[in-house]
């Protein structure tokens, strides 16, 4: 799977969820892309680094 495949996948589970890159502020970060249902980040992983994908369910 690469990264649009599981972007698209993360965005079909329902029309509450988001994505985000909230940790532009962080240089190491920046790349974070983190998903969203209802205000609860549920996955996140890094753009430059898709090596890993973390859940949080």
């Given at each position: ?43 996140f992983?890094?753009c ?5 994908v973390?859940?949080?369910?």
């Open positions: 799977m690469n990264i649009e495949d599981y972007r698209n996948y993360c965005l079909s589970l329902g029309d509450d969820v988001e994505e985000k890159l909230p940790f532009t502020a962080f240089h190491y970060a920046s790349g974070v892309l983190v998903f969203y249902v209802h205000g609860h980040m549920f996955s992983f890094d430059d680094h898709f090596g890993v973390t859940h949080l369910m």
